[in-house]
């Protein structure tokens, strides 16, 4: 249920128009009962987001621009990474950040951002 509540707040959350940059900061968890969000990394054609890892906080930007962070404090989101079968979203790694994006619509566009310091 925490699970739940969490996801539909991130989700209202990442409708809201603030003015306010969109930051998503995640944090990789080795428990799956602690993470905010189940992701799967598959191929590129077959993944619902294509994230670009950036090396700072100034540089993640919206849902696809990701700095990872050692903290969980500091995270927007915490992410347990699984099989495509228990996953809620896949996403496929890519190299630049013009390509990186949503390739479909989903419902957890605007979950992984919030506004950011």
């Known amino acids: 249920m925490l699970v739940f509540r969490q ?3 991130c989700i209202v959350a990442g409708t809201i128009e603030t003015g306010v940059r969109k930051v998503a900061r995640i944090y990789q968890t080795n428990n ?9 990394i598959v191929q590129r054609g077959n993944a619902d987001l294509l994230v670009h890892r950036v090396a ?3 540089l993640a930007h919206g849902d696809a621009q990701w700095f990872i962070t050692r903290e ?3 995270a927007t989101a915490s992410v347990y990474f699984t099989s495509q079968g228990f996953a809620q979203l896949t996403i496929s790694f890519v190299d630049h950040a013009s390509e990186a994006g949503w390739t479909r619509p989903h419902r957890l566009k605007g979950c992984l951002s919030h506004g950011g310091s």
């Open 7 to 9: 996801l539909n707040r």
């Open 32 to 40: 799956m009962g602690e993470a905010d969000l189940r992701v799967a």
């Open 56 to 58: 700072s906080w100034g």
């Open 72 to 74: 969980r404090l500091d």
